[in-house]
């Protein structure tokens, strides 16, 4: 007798606790996925049975504050040609199905970034990310990282390329502010013995370790990692960059605009990074320069959506742009300043992005 086929594409996950939302990730793949492995840390809730009546074949890991170690176990496990990581708070939306399904009938040896939504409305706002999600199952791609892992480093001593995609995940894991600060939590303590273990910790480890404080609420803290990293001989591209853009963000959350201003990149702005844009923008009307705030947020409503570090939500920073520009004119002039602030509003409530084009016509008609 002829053994059965391999599978196509396996869909791999971990998953702790997760009864809520698992089935919604599993049926949101059912289209796609001939195999489901889940590997189980630890849940009290039910979710290995749920996973199971949903298909899946559940393996159990013992935590040790390691993500990468979890992710592992299902790759080892997988048998399909491709493996799909996904958590079990994500799902695909069905335009996501068919998409991934051109990807993993094409004969190339690639991996792919697929664009996280940390949403909560459906995938109509949320901060996007370029994140590797697709790759093909071979036994040198594996997770590194304890935290935040990924198989990007792997991918890249194999010499296998990374090619980005318009696919989207929403994620969900997020939207409640109490679970997410736990969620933080946990991280910070993971990264605390990353970053003490070395005394030159890696940049990433460095950026990550800001970004739990930062979600956390201990700004000064935060300021120095963030320091750290952007200072680390090996910071460089993207990571580099977005320590400059979290420095400032940590400055405007202690009201020092002053050193916001001197952060600024020496390139143009039109490369700049929006959330950069906005803060610069922001700083410049409120040390006085008005003027040249106000065309730094025209830049940011202008600039066009891209993958960068830090992610962000274009549809709130462009409306946090409009929110800065009528809080500009609030005492000189209350009629434009209220008409921003409306379009400002309506954006949110619709998920729809503000264009410049829009800021130009209330401009011209106020």
Known sequence: MSNPPSPSLSLVLIAKNEADCIARCLESASDIADEFIVVDTGSKDGTPAIAEKCGARVLYFQWRDDFSAARNVGLEAARGRWILVLDADEYLP???VGALRTLIESPAVRAYHLLNKSSSDGGKTGIVGNIVRLFPNRPEIRFEWPVHEQVVTSLNRAGIPIQDTSIEII???????????AKQERNLRILEKVTSADEAPHPMALFLHGGALLDLGRIPEALE???????????????AQGAIVRICTCLAALKRPADI???????????????MLLLAGEAMIQTGRVTEGITLLEDCLASPNRAL???YDPVRIKARCVMAMALSFEKTNLKLAVSLLKLATTSIQQGREISIGEVTSIFSTD
Do not use: M
């Open 94 to 96: 069905p335009a996501s």
């Open 171 to 181: 994620h969900t894991g997020y939207s409640s502010p109490e679970v997410n600060f």
């Open 225 to 239: 990692f963030y320091k750290r990293c952007a200072l680390s001989s090996e910071a460089a591209g993207g990571i």
């Open 261 to 275: 201003l001197a952060c600024l990149p020496a390139e143009p702005p039109a490369s700049w990074h929006p959330e």
């Open 309 to 311: 570090i830090p992610a």
